[in-house]
């Protein structure tokens, strides 16, 4: 018994020895990982303690010290606010017509791109599906509102083929507005989302293409087979970020797009935080959603990675 | 395995916790520093000799001190920082003999001041009814007791009616606004109505100058207007932010002249104002009819300013003339005969005269000395320059024959270097010379020095408003202190307010108006309305008695 203890006593000892040795043998990288370390102390784990003020009642001339506790008194508040409650219910609605259009959308133009013959074709439609995503929803939020107005493109189209009699703005009709908001998004960031795809498929050995082809496979044969099982790694990556993120929203799209008859669908909870927290200086109560937000991301992403791990048979993550 | 699973749930709740961490900010809290206010001796001998005080003169002229260096922090980010480059702050820095380090930043640096307790020694922020505002008295010399003190020439140029405004419980002010219209700026008429009801030139000859006065009329020329010029919209007005009513919510109450509180100064609920929602429901005929387009409720600032500029709404009720100005000036200048005009317009049913609203009585920037102030009599002497009218004149024109003249009818004119500059390079005009910018102390009644203040294209209007301006001052910081439920309630009932105000303007049938109507009313019920309202009556009742109403 003793030498046992003794035993694990001694190996300790020599654990940190080694440590200590490897340490002093890796000094200059290690020293090179310091700036980082103290970096993330400082931005990301010291500000940590501001959360506090979720449970403070605090103002600008308090100290995060000095407000008052206050308990679960602003969590009881957003428990409590329909307002709030309307904001998840359109954040979730929203985001989940994004995770059904703009989460397939670049899969299947990324298979499409890849399956065009390099050329300048294929470049230009690169070109030109990235483009959106390097404008700000500032402008194009401005564009959008032209394009949906009763005078803008999308009525002069719709008019032209006979579809509708009188135009119609479409920003007004709050029952449009999630779709506006996903496809919008959609189609801003597809064109960028093909990006990791592509750069996967770059990575897929021709040879089994080749083979699949002596095979007898044609086209459609080849990306099921082939294409997507090696793409399984990658799409589902994606897919655990974009659940994680289900409780996140576009805040510039929502704070553009925004008027005041689609405010009842269009408000999300980062516009709510924002407009609470920011427009009106309730600090305390926008770290309280702030931090629910958080809490709930977490279980989200833990879910949604065993999830996938079940299927895939190893967690991405 | 298990174990992993653990480290990863931990690894990912940190980095979870990191991105909630960062909404809030740190702070670090310090004993906070007061230095005691030295006080003047009996003979009136400021500090060791410095200078005498003199009732009549205004200190900075009497103080021998050289080279004082104080840091002034305003809480805008767009705040220009240089010091004595221009000729502004140089011309402040001869007279006075002093040097200011400007600071800039926001909320939470402002917060981190706070937290330190290492304060500026000049502190200018923008919301009189903020938290920091509220307790100044906290970290902020009285300015009386800095008059007494220091300079009493400061109750010379400071508003007596402003000061009393922003006076705390303890019968003390510890800030000064730029801005502040007092009754007596009200009725001078040196300030100009902002709001107009405006017409196309053109329109309004072809139509053979008609009247709008009455529900009938105003409708009936949207008609012709619709009918004569298929090409325009009939009737505009300024675009509408998410929550804001554009210029169909008080700004049309004030032109209508709905009342403003009840004759015993209590609240009066504006927004259910029969004669005002007359006119709602006239502008819902106007809408059934045509002449309101769908797009003018979603346009952003942008394109509302682009129809702004090409003239493409007959009429439009428009508020904040002066900021419209340029886009006004871009369609004068390029349509000379059809020209926006300002004219009559709606009128109230109910024989109110209109109440147009200015900037009030709490005006814009507040400055305050803090009280760890390195030297407070510089301070409250820089308050007393910048008041004057010498001050006013030289941050509005500048040193007289290098940036201004005077010409033969007294007005102010720049001189034709200073025009060049400003009209060909207004970025090196805005650096070298720094006019009207330096504003923390800054009023509209020197405008009306020059005949240059304001643009041609909204001339007109503003003297269609001469005598039409009527003080909102009991209505001011009336809203429900933020964080409290009534203030969540109140935002709630604001944004309904938007959305039902619209609804109204496109409602099919009258049916659907008063549905809406009676839903808004319904929603204020259920939103501690009556609440509300009673943290308004008591804020009013307090304004009232500030006001000596």
Not at chain 1, 104 to 122: A, H, N, Q, V, W
Not at chain 1, 175 to 192: F, M, N, P, Q, V
Not at chain 1, 222 to 241: A, D, E, G, V
Not at chain 2, 23 to 33: I, N, R, T
């Amino acid at each position: 018994m003793k030498n046992k203890e003794k035993k694990k006593k001694q190996s300790l000892v020599e654990k940190a020895k080694l440590f200590v040795k490897d340490y002093r043998r890796q000094l200059p990288l290690q020293m090179m990982v310091i700036p980082g370390i103290i970096f993330m102390i400082i931005f990301c784990y010291m500000p940590i303690y501001g959360l506090t003020i979720a449970f403070k009642s605090y103002t600008v001339i308090d100290t995060i010290d000095s407000a008052k506790w206050v308990g679960w008194a602003n969590f009881k508040i957003v428990a409590t606010d329909k307002y709030f409650w309307q904001s998840v219910i359109n954040t979730l609605g929203i985001s989940f017509l994004k995770l059904l259009i703009g989460f397939t959308t670049p899969i299947i133009l990324s298979i499409m791109i890849y399956e065009l013959r390099d050329g300048p074709f294929k470049r230009i439609i690169q070109t030109i599906s990235y483009l959106p995503h390097f404008l700000s929803w500032i402008v194009l939020g401005g564009m959008i509102i032209n394009w949906l107005s009763t005078t803008g493109l999308l009525n002069q189209i719709l008019m032209a083929v006979g579809l509708v009699d009188n135009p119609t703005n479409f920003l007004l009709d709050s029952g449009k507005y999630w779709w506006i908001a996903s496809l919008s998004d959609t189609w801003k960031e597809a064109g960028w989302g093909t990006v990791l795809y592509l750069a996967t498929m770059a990575g897929i050995d021709p040879t089994y293409y080749e083979a699949a082809r002596i095979d007898g496979a044609g086209r459609l044969r080849q990306i099921t087979s082939i294409t997507l099982p090696l793409m399984k790694t990658i799409i589902s990556l994606n897919f655990i970020l974009t659940i994680s993120g289900l409780l996140k929203s576009n805040l510039d799209q929502t704070l553009v797009l925004m008027n005041s008859q689609n405010q009842a669908k269009a408000e999300v909870i980062d516009s709510y935080v924002y407009r609470m927290g920011m427009t009106q200086g309730d600090f305390s109560y926008a770290t309280a959603v702030g931090l629910g937000v958080s809490v709930v991301s977490v279980i989200l992403l833990v879910t949604a990675n065993k999830i996938t791990g079940k299927i895939n048979e190893e967690s991405v993550l | 395995m298990k174990n992993q699973m653990w480290k990863k749930g931990v690894c990912l709740g940190m980095a979870a916790m990191m991105t909630a961490g960062m909404l809030a900010g740190c702070g670090e809290s310090s004993e906070s520093k007061d230095t005691a206010m030295v006080q003047t001796g009996e003979d009136g001998v400021v500090e060791s000799g410095r200078y005498t005080l003199d009732a009549d003169t205004p200190a900075w002229k009497l103080d021998t001190k050289e080279d004082t260096t104080l840091t002034w922090y305003v809480n805008a980010d767009w705040w220009n920082t240089e010091w004595g480059n221009d000729v502004v702050t140089k011309q402040i820095q001869k007279d006075m003999n002093v040097n200011i380090d400007f600071v800039v930043g926001d909320d939470t640096k402002l917060n981190t001041f706070f937290a330190g307790g290492d304060m500026p020694d000049i502190i200018t922020i923008f919301d009189a009814s903020s938290s920091v505002a509220q307790k100044a008295d906290t970290w902020a010399y009285a300015l009386q007791d800095l008059a007494d003190n220091y300079d009493p020439y400061f109750y010379k140029v400071a508003s007596a009616q402003t000061l009393s405004w922003f006076a705390m419980d303890d019968g003390k002010t510890y800030g000064y606004p730029g801005y502040s219209n007092t009754q007596e700026d009200y009725d001078s008429g040196e300030i100009y109505a902002k709001t107009a009801f405006v017409i196309r030139n053109d329109v309004y000859e072809a139509l053979g100058k008609p009247s709008m006065g009455t529900q009938e009329e105003f409708l009936d020329v949207l008609n012709q207007i619709k009918e004569q010029f298929p090409d325009l919209i009939p009737l505009g007005f300024n675009n509408f932010e998410t929550d804001g009513t554009s210029s169909l919510g008080d700004t049309l109450q004030d032109f209508l002249g709905t009342p403003i509180v009840n004759d015993d100064n209590t609240f009066y609920d504006r927004n259910m104002d029969e004669d005002y929602l007359s006119w709602i429901k006239t502008l819902n005929q106007a809408y059934k009819n045509g002449c309101i387009s769908d797009d003018s409720f979603t346009d952003d600032n942008t394109a509302w300013q682009e129809k702004e500029s090409i003239g493409k709404y007959a009429c439009i009720m428009m508020d904040g003339t002066p900021q419209q100005a340029g886009f006004l000036t871009t369609f004068a200048t390029s349509n000379p005969d059809a020209a926006y005009i300002a004219i009559d317009g709606p009128k109230s049913t109910a024989g109110y005269e209109p109440k147009l609203n200015q900037a009030g009585i709490s005006g814009w920037m507040i400055t305050y000395v803090s009280k760890t102030c390195k030297d407070p009599a510089k301070a409250i002497q820089l308050y007393t320059y910048l008041l004057s009218d010498e001050g006013q004149i030289l941050t509005n024109y500048g040193v007289e024959g290098e940036t201004y003249t005077i010409n033969a009818d007294g007005k102010y004119e720049l001189t034709d270097a200073a025009k060049e500059l400003q009209a060909n390079d207004n970025d090196r005009f805005k650096k070298e010379m720094r006019l009207g910018e330096f504003i923390p102390f800054g009023h509209d009644r020197y405008k009306s020095l020059s005949d240059d203040a304001y643009p041609d294209s909204i001339k007109q209007m503003q003297e269609w408003g001469i005598g039409k301006l009527y003080p909102h001052f009991i209505l001011e910081n009336t809203d429900p202190e933020t964080g409290s439920a009534e203030a969540r309630a109140y935002s709630a009932i604001k944004t309904n307010w938007a959305t039902t105000l619209v609804g109204m303007i496109r409602a099919n049938d009258d049916a659907e108006f008063d549905s809406i109507l009676e839903s808004y009313r319904q929603f204020r019920e259920e939103n501690d309305w009556d609440a509300i309202v009673k943290v308004r009556n008591e804020k009013m009742a307090a304004n009232a008695e500030k006001l000596g109403m």
